[in-house]
């Protein structure tokens, strides 16, 4: 596949074409997983730009993603002070705890999200071990599933066909149930609702001490709970806070901040600038991103997912193994 076979859009049928609306240049698609893979995958991107001129775009803090590159230039990102690049074709981001910065050169790249409960079947490495960290995938679940990639995605000619392939090749990888996908899913789902912020609160929910909940979110999530509460909290009023004229509204954000002062702390800390510094960067296929992937998928931003049909349980603290099992 070239770039000239990217139409971008979406199979999601009543979904406008001006959700996809890009500079000239540039497109963008969104597709969203088969249904059974929606709980482990959260939607597939897809990104392109004829241009081979170096390109400065900005992302979100983010659950873990898989990027495959197509006839594209080199890649390098930036999270925080660690530089990465360039990047091999098919590569793993650990969850992210910060905006990060990427230089492209044209070409297509696709992106895979994986929720944590993905990460649970795909994987019995920590999540927390590759926080703000990118890696060959193939370090991760072998060099089978990145081959398939590249000579799958190489070889198509339209990218309406790059969502049935990805479906065939992911379908088999989450085969293996992890025995705490109640929590992990549940766990999801708190972490996105609003008002939701202590950790002690969501221990008392899922009916587990805080310290298994604490093993719970690094090993599956990629960091602490209360770092993934914040996390949640911020981008849900980040993202409802801006408005189509660029100003922005403060009296949107979430209930559980104090004042606006309190959540440009929280600013300080995901974006590592001001919400009016990040968005008056570059931040052209984000921008683009969040009103696409909102149009077909239902969230704007892939750390807000909820897998489907979430179950909140609770197992009473002391469950069987559960306590125990879970390494710190």
Not at 91 to 107: C, E, K, M, N
Not at 110 to 123: E, F, K, M, Y
Request: glycine content about 8%.
């Amino acid at each position: 596949m070239n770039i000239d076979q990217v139409v971008g859009g979406t199979c999601v049928a009543g979904v406008p074409a001006s959700a996809f609306a890009m500079p000239p240049g540039m497109r963008m698609r969104y597709d969203p997983p088969h249904a059974s893979l929606s709980d482990y995958l959260t939607g597939y991107a897809i990104y392109a730009a004829e241009s081979r001129a170096p390109m400065v775009n900005w992302y979100l803090p983010a659950p873990a993603m898989i990027s495959v590159l197509v006839d594209a230039g080199p890649v390098s990102v930036a999270i925080g002070n660690h530089r990465f690049g360039p990047l091999d074709r098919v590569s793993l981001y650990g969850p992210t705890s910060r905006a990060f910065q990427t230089v492209t050169h044209g070409g297509i790249a696709v992106g895979i999200g994986v929720s944590a409960l993905g990460w649970s079947r795909l994987t019995s490495r920590l999540a927390g071990d590759f926080r703000n960290k990118i890696v060959p995938l193939d370090t991760v679940v072998g060099g089978v599933v990145a081959r398939r990639l590249t000579e799958g995605l190489d070889a198509l000619s339209d990218d309406a066909m790059i969502k049935p392939l990805l479906d065939s090749i992911f379908e088999p990888l989450f085969l293996r149930r992890h025995p705490h996908e109640d929590l992990i899913r549940a766990f999801t789902t708190l972490a996105v609702t609003d008002g939701v912020i202590e950790m002690h609160d969501v221990a008392e929910r899922l009916g587990i001490e805080t310290h298994a909940l604490r093993r719970l979110a690094t090993r599956h999530f990629g960091m602490l709970p209360k770092m993934l509460l914040r996390r949640a909290r911020f981008l849900r009023s980040f993202i409802k806070l801006i408005q189509p004229d660029g100003r922005i509204d403060y009296s949107a954000i979430d209930s559980s901040y104090f004042d606006a002062s309190h959540f440009l702390r929280d600013a300080s800390t995901f974006l590592g600038t001001t919400p009016r510094r990040f968005l008056a960067s570059e931040t052209v296929f984000l921008k683009a991103s969040l009103r696409a992937r909102a149009a077909v998928i239902g969230t704007p931003t892939q750390a807000l997912h909820v897998a489907p049909s979430p179950v909140v349980i609770r197992p009473g603290r002391g469950s069987p193994g559960f306590q125990d099992e879970l390494p710190g």
